[in-house]
């Protein structure tokens, strides 16, 4: 089993920043990738940007705008978010790739408003 915690949402200005964070426990040995996804009202759950020890992938709608980075414990995953924008506005999940099976946080929610 594989726990992810969310933190660092909130409200904040069109063209701020935001950095989010997702602390694991559990199994965390196994975990072969981390990534953040994130659900509006009315839309699907959608991917933003995933890591792996040798790879990042991001979303095109956020690439060059957000970045996707692991402690050096590999226990914590971060999503610096610059120059959002308010259709950025979403409830942020942390996900953890584990064998075939995936875990998931509960969500922070990210609001974009002037």
């Known amino acids: 089993q594989v726990y992810l915690v969310e933190s660092g949402g909130g409200l904040v200005q069109p063209g701020g920043s935001l950095r989010l964070s997702c602390a694991a426990s559990?199994?965390?040995?196994?975990?072969?990738?981390m990534g953040w996804y994130r659900q509006a009202p009315g839309k699907q759950r959608e991917l933003v940007a995933i890591?792996?020890?040798?790879?990042?992938n991001y979303a095109d709608s956020v690439t060059g705008r957000f970045t996707i980075s692991r402690a050096n414990d590999k226990n914590t995953v971060y999503l610096q978010m610059n120059s959002l924008k308010p259709e950025d506005t979403a409830v942020y999940y942390c996900?953890?790739?584990?064998?075939?099976?995936?875990?998931w946080g509960q969500g922070t929610q990210v609001t974009v408003s002037s």
């Open positions: 996900n953890a790739h584990w064998f075939g099976s995936d875990f």
């Open positions: 559990g199994s965390t040995a196994m975990i072969s990738a």
């Open positions: 890591i792996s020890s040798r790879s990042t």
